[in-house]
């Protein structure tokens, strides 16, 4: 699978979790690069963008303080980016994006 025109990156602080995509995307024949990294050390290389993340809240989505958070350090580091976020559960708080 070509990219055309762009770049995908994944990222996890796990190094098994990135193991195991790495083998998923060989086997899509993806073109992904991906590095091992905390949430919050991420940083924008793009003036634009879209970032499609799965937070690790799951069942413990009662945390909004967290996801808040979370999704304001997003904000701070990707500047003018788009965010899409996926789950397993409703996300009915989507105002905050």
Partial sequence: MRNEGYEIIGSDIDEK???IAKINAKSA????K???SSF???KATEPTGVIITNP???ARLKESRKI???LRILRKNFPGWKYHLTSS???KE???L
């Fill in 89 to 91: 559960r409703s996300l």
């Fill in 40 to 42: 919050d050390e991420l």
């Fill in 94 to 96: 989507t105002r905050f």
């Fill in 56 to 58: 690790p809240y799951g």
């Fill in 34 to 36: 991906f590095m091992r």
């Fill in 17 to 19: 979790a990135l193991e």
């Fill in 68 to 70: 808040h958070k979370d």
């Fill in 29 to 32: 024949g993806a073109d992904i």
